[in-house]
């Protein structure tokens, strides 16, 4: 309900960093804020108060988001800001630590405490005090409304939170705890809605969305989940964050037949020399990887995969190192990103011997993306001639503008430019003749 107990109408702006599973909290939060009676705008210039929703996966999350929260603490001198708020990630696991040396924030508010986050910010504003607000994560997740940040057409629907996997290199389970997924009946009522608003295309994302419902069901049930949105009026299901020991002959059916569903999946690998892969407390090995990558390329129908390479573990080799090398030219993946290894204390391997120099770890990611990048242009030429229904996602110009087929998510893969003398309307699914490749990852293309 409307808290109508103000002095004024409040001004809120919210700043988002890291995940797009972040942003979804962004979203509830922002309907939460706007059901409380704060006016939510854009320009942080006018803005009583500011929101940052940080992340703090990694230290150079952590380092971003104390640069961002000291940079928009400056609004307090030339904007109308009051109070800054920070919640997120970086609250949750450090908030204890940051109040006290951080003075730009007046608001440090933990990840659990997010169901009465307007009211803490609220009576922080009146009373213009400073407020520490972190308990550890619990059972409960919090679940809202939202007001979306992302174009109309698509959306992220987060189905859990936390993770029970203990990666020995993320911090993730000791900062959202353990797994906790969203009944199914909650998911769809919210599918529902964010399709009355013209969501056409649905992002599934969680820690590890294939390990979906094992606490409310006792088993995985990410396929019966896609199974309920494909009844909605939705044109596009895509499936983040699937681990590859998840991904079964049942999900790899439901992918390929089901018409709704792109034909792409994002399976994090993170290495896959075995060695590695037991040192990382991955809960798969090398022989069960190549197995599930060669049920994808025989699948009758083409599906792209999108995957993560973690390069310079403690103990990485040249040698542990080209096993990667050698699974990227077999598969040809249209889409790998690479990250240096980062020592995160508190995680199981910060304590492990063999760790590598920086300039060793970042010359496997050079590497790395040295051959996909010739790999990307191997696929790209594939596709001239082509034609690929694409979504348009934004207009450039008059005569130009940016789409995506179903092998390519927002933000995080290539894009196809799309030329059109005729006026294009962003959220519309439009036949693309590919004609040629822009700067060897992007793809230009014509209407049809």
């Known amino acids: 309900m409307n808290n109508t107990n103000y002095k004024k109408q409040y001004n809120l702006a919210l700043t988002t960093l890291g995940c797009d599973k972040n942003r979804v909290d962004s979203e509830m939060l922002l309907h939460q804020f706007a059901q409380h009676g704060f006016n939510i705008v854009d320009d942080h210039a006018n803005a009583d108060v500011i929101v940052v929703n940080t992340c703090a996966f990694l230290e150079s999350a952590r380092k971003e988001a104390i640069e961002t929260i000291i940079e928009l603490s400056n609004y307090k001198q030339t904007g109308l800001l009051k109070t800054l708020v920070v919640a997120g990630c970086l609250s949750q696991q450090f908030g204890e630590e940051i109040f006290p040396l951080l003075d730009e924030?007046?608001?440090?508010?933990?990840?659990?405490e997010y169901k009465n986050i307007a009211q803490?910010?609220?009576?922080?504003?009146?009373?213009?005090?400073?407020?520490?607000?972190?308990?550890?994560?619990?059972?409960?997740?919090?679940?809202?409304?939202?007001?979306?940040?992302?174009?109309?057409?698509?959306?992220?629907?987060?189905?859990?939170?936390?993770c029970n996997n203990f990666c020995s290199y993320c911090l993730i389970p000791y900062i959202r705890g353990r797994n906790r997924s969203t009944p199914i009946e909650q998911l769809v009522a919210q599918a529902e809605k964010l399709v009355a608003q013209g969501v056409s295309e649905l992002i599934l994302v969680a820690q590890d969305t294939t390990k979906y419902g094992i606490d409310l069901y006792g088993k995985p049930q990410l396929v019966r989940l896609i199974q309920e949105l494909s009844n909605l009026d939705v044109k596009r299901i895509r499936l983040l964050y699937c681990y590859p020991e998840l991904v079964d002959d049942q999900l790899l059916h439901e992918i390929e037949?089901?018409?709704?569903?792109?034909?792409?999946?994002?399976?994090?690998?993170?290495?896959?020399?075995?060695?590695?892969?037991?040192?990382?407390?991955?809960?798969?090995?090398?022989?069960?990887?190549?197995?599930?990558?060669?049920?994808?390329?025989?699948?009758k129908e083409k599906v792209a995969v999108r995957t993560t390479f973690i390069c310079g573990f403690p103990n990485e080799t040249d040698e542990t190192f080209e096993e990667i090398i050698e699974f990227l030219k077999k598969y040809k993946l249209e889409n790998v990103g690479a990250f240096a290894y980062s020592k995160e204390k508190g995680t199981l391997a910060y304590k492990m011997k063999g760790h590598l120099i920086k300039r060793d770890k970042e010359k496997y990611v050079k590497r790395l993306y040295k051959v996909q990048n010739e790999i990307v242009q191997q696929n790209n030429t594939q596709y001239v001639g082509k034609t690929l229904e694409c979504v348009i996602d934004e207009q450039i110009d008059d005569v130009t503008y940016l789409g995506r087929s179903q092998y390519q998510a927002p933000e995080i893969d290539s894009v196809v430019y799309v030329t059109s003398n005729n006026p294009l309307e962003v959220g519309k699914y439009y036949d693309v003749k590919i004609c040629s490749i822009y700067d060897d990852y992007d793809l230009i293309g014509e209407i049809v």
Do not use: W
Not at 121 to 138: F, G, I, N, Y
Not at 263 to 287: F, G, W
């Open 120 to 162: 803490i910010v609220l009576d922080a504003v009146e009373k213009q005090s400073r407020v520490l607000k972190v308990s550890p994560c619990t059972k409960e997740i919090f679940f809202d409304d939202r007001i979306l940040t992302t174009p109309k057409h698509y959306a992220y629907l987060k189905i859990a939170d936390g």
């Open 105 to 112: 924030a007046d608001v440090v508010v933990g990840i659990n």
């Open 257 to 299: 037949n089901n018409p709704k569903v792109c034909k792409y999946v994002d399976i994090p690998l993170q290495h896959i020399c075995d060695k590695i892969l037991s040192a990382m407390n991955r809960k798969t090995n090398k022989e069960k990887i190549i197995s599930l990558f060669d049920k994808i390329s025989n699948l």
